[in-house]
Structure formats: structure tokens, C-alpha cells
């Protein structure tokens, strides 16, 4: 399939009609309507102009867009120009049935307008590596894996117990845990990987979340949102990696969820 390139209130509209829901995560517009009238006059005409076209592969796209077996999401901003549209990156992925493929927001004039939605379909063996291509292509960091503090440890997740040694095998992650913490960020983001449905209900399912962060002189880390907490540099080829595996993860979620089902 060629690369769909639609209006962003029109990808709204039929986001709608087809789920009853607005855009998700992390797809957004803005719309500059006087009123709720002159709203839906545009919403019907845009309905209207769909149900008289004849275009059975953008139907089968959104058809495929709407009804996810799995999605992912991905997110990416400049720090020091958040507020530049340009800078940021919002793309949603998606594996339905055997397609595989990705919504790409155009930055509008804002970071949560859109010019525009762009939906390409990828092999699923480059959907990774495609989605991975969405964000600002950086080498990876220099500092090697650096372990982080627990979230869950306290404030900065460091050992002060009584009779803690004077040394220990660790003592040098937390300095270079530190020293990585306290760097100046460039761009970060995220990477969210999303079981769509399950038969035990919202609860059932999947997800799993890498966050990214370029730093300022050195490159692109990814930390995998469970223990143990760990920055690895990750240029593309890395990054695309680990998200495979996330991926991975998510489809055996999905394969044990289909298997509880009897019969």
C-alpha cells in the first residue's frame, strides 16, 4: 500500500465513526470552530463525502487502524523547544490481523495540531525498525548501562541503612547513576506497547513502556520501565531491538489470552 495522507479534522471524523471515540493517544487536533454548529455541518460533510467515495483499501485501512490487536505508541519532544511543533514526534502503531501499521501526526501549528496524518503499511518484520524511525535518529550514549535508583526505593532510591560498608561493588553505579540523572536532557520520550484487548476485560490486559532520553554531549539511552532499572545506550539499531522484544512479550500476551478462550 501506498503512504495515506489525510486531513486531520477529516481523520478525526472518522476515527469517530468508526470507534465512537476521540483520537488516541498520543494523536491530537485542533480545531477552530466558532460554534458546535458549524462544527457538525463539517463533521456531516466530511461523513457524507466518505460514505460517497469508493475506496475500499482507506475503508479496509481504518477498518484495520480502529480494531487493534496490539498498538504502540510513540512520543518524542525537544526539551528546550517543547513548545516548537516541529520538534515533536507522535506516531501510533498498530498490528491487526496480518497488517501492520503506523499513524504519523505532521506537527501542526502547535505541538497538538496536526497538518496532517500520514498511515503506512510496513512488513511485519520492519515494523519495529519503522516505528523506531519515527524519532530523531542519535547515536547511542557513551557511559555504558548505567543502573538507576528503584522508584519505588525512596527519593533517590540509595542504600543509607545502619552499618552500610564503606565500599561496596555498587558504590560506583550510584555515583554514575547520579552523575546520568543530573545531565541535561535534549529530547526524551516514550515507547508504550499495548495489548488492545483480552478476554478478562480492561484489567487483562498487556503493556509494557520504554522511555528514551538524548543527553546533551553524549547520546540516546533507553530504560525498560521494570526491575532492574537500567539506562542502556541505544542508538536505532538498539533501540529497535528492544522494542522487538517488548513486541514480543505483548504477542505471547496476546497468544496465552487466546488460548484461555474454550473451544
Known amino acids: 500500500m501506498t503512504a495515506m495522507r ?20 498520543p494523536l491530537t487536533i485542533v480545531t477552530d470552530f466558532d460554534s458546535y454548529d458549524e462544527f457538525r455541518r463539517e463533521r456531516d460533510r466530511v461523513l457524507d463525502a466518505v460514505a460517497a467515495e469508493s475506496d475500499p483499501d482507506q475503508a479496509a485501512v481504518f477498518a484495520a487502524l480502529t480494531d487493534a490487536d496490539m498498538a504502540v505508541v510513540v512520543v518524542g519532544f525537544q526539551t528546550e523547544s517543547a513548545d516548537t511543533p516541529a520538534r515533536s514526534v ?11 501499521l503506523i499513524a504519523t501526526q505532521q ?27 519515527a ?7 557513551r557511559r555504558g548501562p548505567v543502573s538507576l535508583p528503584d522508584p519505588d526505593a ?22 554514575m547513576s547520579a552523575a546520568l540523572l543530573a545531565a541535561p536532557v535534549i529530547a526524551s520520550g516514550a515507547i508504550e506497547i499495548r495489548q488492545m484487548r483480552s478476554v478478562f476485560g480492561p484489567s487483562g490486559r ?40 517488548e513486541i514480543e512479550e505483548i504477542q505471547l500476551a496476546i497468544d496465552d489470552d487466546r488460548r484461555s478462550v474454550p473451544g
Not at 524519532?135 to 550514549?141: E, F, I, V
Open 90 to 100: 507522535r506516531a501510533y502503531g498498530v498490528r491487526s490481523g496480518g497488517r501492520s
Open 206 to 245: 498487556a503493556r509494557r513502556r520504554i522511555t528514551w532520553c538524548d543527553v546533551a554531549n553524549d547520546g540516546r539511552y533507553a530504560i525498560l520501565a521494570r526491575p532492574p532499572y537500567t539506562a542502556k545506550p541505544a542508538d536505532p539499531e538498539i533501540l529497535t531491538a528492544l522494542l522487538s522484544e
Open 107 to 133: 506537527p501542526g501549528k502547535t505541538v497538538r495540531d496536526a497538518a496532517a496524518f500520514t498511515v503506512t503499511e510496513h512488513d511485519s518484520n520492519r515494523w519495529a525498525a519503522s516505528l523506531i524511525a
Open 154 to 175: 525512596g527519593v533517590d532510591g540509595l542504600d543509607y541503612s545502619y552499618g552500610r560498608s564503606s565500599f561496596r561493588d555498587d558504590d560506583r553505579d550510584d555515583i
Open 6 to 25: 489525510f486531513d486531520p479534522f477529516e481523520f478525526s471524523v472518522r476515527w469517530h465513526a468508526h470507534t465512537g471515540e476521540d483520537l488516541p493517544e
Open 135 to 141: 524519532l530523531p535518529q542519535t547515536a547511542a550514549g
